[in-house]
């Protein structure tokens, strides 16, 4: 008699994903992810961009959202992952990032716990950073881009981000890459980095 591996995992396969995505769901909405990031737009090239490093695993899934022709979004301290398909959502509807992000933080009662940006596709930008996220907390907006940081090491990580991105010579790649490299420079996350996207 032969052992069909295939069909002996299969009941146990679509069960374990479902786990899965419950147990990110519910990963997301409790532990804080101590992060810094930006989201940023080109005007030349028309190019949206979302970078961040942090001392979680796996940052990638939970705070990075980007739609070509839409925005971007980074969302991060004690994460609520809805922020980033639903702020894309409302800006491709046609609301600006500012009005987008406004409306998801009123009906969210932990935005005290929230760090938030987006930016759409016009080069409007919006920042969130409740009033209970971990200090060193805070964000910094300047012309077509957010920089945002949460548990850092000092308050002048998110300052030296943005230096960084006006001062940074290259494409949006390059100055957004300068951007994280700056902040991990200036102290970082103080448990240190582990994930980066």
Not at 54 to 72: D, Q
Not at 116 to 145: E, F, L, P, R, W
């Amino acid at each position: 008699m032969r052992f069909n591996t295939r069909s002996f995992i299969k009941p146990f396969l679509t069960p374990g994903i479902l786990l899965g995505v419950l147990f990110s769901q519910s990963i997301s909405q409790s532990i804080p992810v101590h992060t810094y990031s930006i989201v940023a737009f080109d005007q030349e090239t028309g190019e949206l961009g979302v970078a961040v490093q942090s001392h979680w695993f796996s940052v990638g899934f939970l705070v990075p959202w980007a739609k070509a022709g839409v925005g971007a979004v980074a969302t991060q301290s004690f994460v609520k992952v809805d922020y980033g398909p639903h702020g894309l959502k409302l800006m491709e509807e046609g609301m600006s990032a500012d009005a987008a992000l406004q409306k998801l933080v009123s009906e969210d009662e932990g935005e005290a716990v929230r760090q938030v940006a987006m930016i759409d596709v016009k080069g409007n930008v919006a920042a969130h950073t409740g009033s209970k996220c971990i200090y060193a907390a805070g964000h910094q907006i300047g012309k077509n881009y957010s920089v945002q940081a949460n548990l850092m090491e000092n308050e002048t990580v998110w300052p030296a981000m943005a230096k960084a991105f006006e001062n940074t010579e290259g494409d949006l790649a390059d100055k957004m890459m300068a951007t994280l490299d700056a902040a991990e420079a200036e102290g970082g996350d103080i448990r240190g980095k582990q994930s980066a996207a």
